[in-house]
């Protein structure tokens, strides 16, 4: 069955910094990659997406990195700040059957001041 | 627009009751799904619809049903509640599938 695994589960990093958070995925029909971003205590937002047709998408500080031969993409995040800190969760569009999205594990991001 | 409207916000129930958790949105989405977030699991999916009358299951579908009889509404069937099924579920939407989810504020659910 489809999987997506997320790392790393953690990550603290000094304020201004960067933050990597990588996912791989299982199956290669799978064509669209966004990431969410969930503070505590609320519902998952949409920060960036890109699809299978894409190498990169950039958006301010952020960027998402596709790679589909390797079966992974990466989301970037440049010049953190304290509001960053959040819980980070990757997902795939899978298109085998019926389409549907699957989630990663997320990472928890804590921006050091 | 109200985007995704979950409601309850909380729920206690006790071993073996029924629910129903509402779910609606008013944007005329075709692409609606459940999931379910445990600390540690990240969000895993329950059930889904990729159209009225359409319906799938996710990889946690057990203990739970779904129906789509409108556009507009997906509720979520709890049959005979079980501890294991405390949680919190969420509701999410989107135009079509390729698409971002717009996800509801969430049912927080207890079940003794």
């Known amino acids: 069955g489809e999987n997506v695994e997320q790392h790393p589960s953690t990550l603290s990093v000094q304020e201004g910094d960067s933050a990597v958070i990588k996912c791989t995925y299982s199956d290669s029909a799978s064509n669209y990659f966004p990431w969410y971003k969930q503070e505590l205590g609320k519902r998952p937002q949409l920060i960036i997406d890109?699809?299978?047709?894409?190498g990169e998408k950039k958006d301010q500080r952020i960027a998402v990195t596709l790679n589909k031969t390797a079966k992974h993409f990466s989301l970037h995040i440049t010049e953190t700040q304290p509001e960053d800190s959040a819980v980070y969760f990757c997902a795939v569009g899978v298109t085998s059957g019926t389409y549907k999205y699957i989630f990663g594990t997320g990472t928890r991001l804590k921006v050091l001041a | 627009n109200a985007g995704v409207t979950q409601t309850p916000k909380f729920q206690v129930l006790k071993t073996g009751q029924s629910m129903t958790l509402q779910c609606a949105q008013d944007m005329n989405h075709e692409y609606m799904s459940w999931y379910r977030q445990d600390p540690g699991m990240g969000l895993r999916l329950i059930h889904y619809?990729?159209?009225?009358?359409?319906?799938d299951q996710g990889e946690v579908p057990n203990g739970y049903n779904v129906s789509r009889s409108t556009t507009e509404d997906f509720p979520l069937r709890l049959l005979s509640a079980a501890p294991s099924q405390t949680s919190v579920y969420f509701c999410?939407?989107?135009?079509?599938?390729?698409?971002?989810?717009?996800f509801g504020d969430g049912t927080r659910l207890s079940i003794l």
């Open positions: 999410a939407s989107s135009y079509q599938r390729n698409q971002p989810q717009h």
């Open positions: 619809s990729v159209g009225a009358g359409i319906t």
């Open positions: 890109i699809r299978s047709n894409v």
